[in-house]
């Protein structure tokens, strides 16, 4: 039996600070995690760079213009669901251009800024890992074996 190499579909995610706050948007009619809170973001298509799709997603999904060297790669989550796995690579940036509003109206219904020390409950289980881990670069989550 050949071994199958594996295909991991990637993420890029973006913690927007403010002061002591961070832009979170809830998933709205998607069919994942509806109803949650999560990081603006998507997935990294093929041939694109980790930055460049940050870039590109941060305009479709928010509406804002972000510098490339505005992105500070803070954690890599390397997350099991269901039978497969994603690697999400989470940036922080600090400096935007533009009004942060939701631009995807059929996937989001709400942006909001909130306190680092008062984050909501309903906050998609993965990303809630992060932030306990805001020291660790590598953020494994869902694997048994851990």
Do not use: Q
Not at 44 to 58: L, P, V
Not at 140 to 146: K, S
Request: aromatic share 10%.
């Amino acid at each position: 039996m050949k071994d199958e190499r594996n295909t991991i579909p990637m993420t890029a995610l973006l913690m927007l600070i403010k002061g002591n706050k961070i832009l979170l948007l809830r998933r709205f009619n998607t069919g994942y995690e509806d109803g949650k809170y999560c990081f603006p973001g998507g997935h990294i298509e093929k041939g694109e760079s980790i930055h460049k799709a940050m870039i590109r997603e941060s305009k479709e999904e928010i509406g804002i213009d972000i510098d490339d060297k505005a992105l500070k790669l803070v954690h890599i989550c390397n997350r099991k669901v269901g039978d497969n796995a994603y690697v999400d690579f989470i940036f922080e940036c600090k400096e935007w251009k533009g009004e942060v509003t939701i631009i995807e109206k059929d996937k989001s219904d709400e942006l909001r800024w909130f306190d680092l020390d008062n984050l909501p409950d309903n906050v998609i289980p993965f990303m809630k890992e992060v932030f306990k881990n805001t020291k660790k670069m590598y953020i494994p989550y869902g694997w048994e074996e851990l």
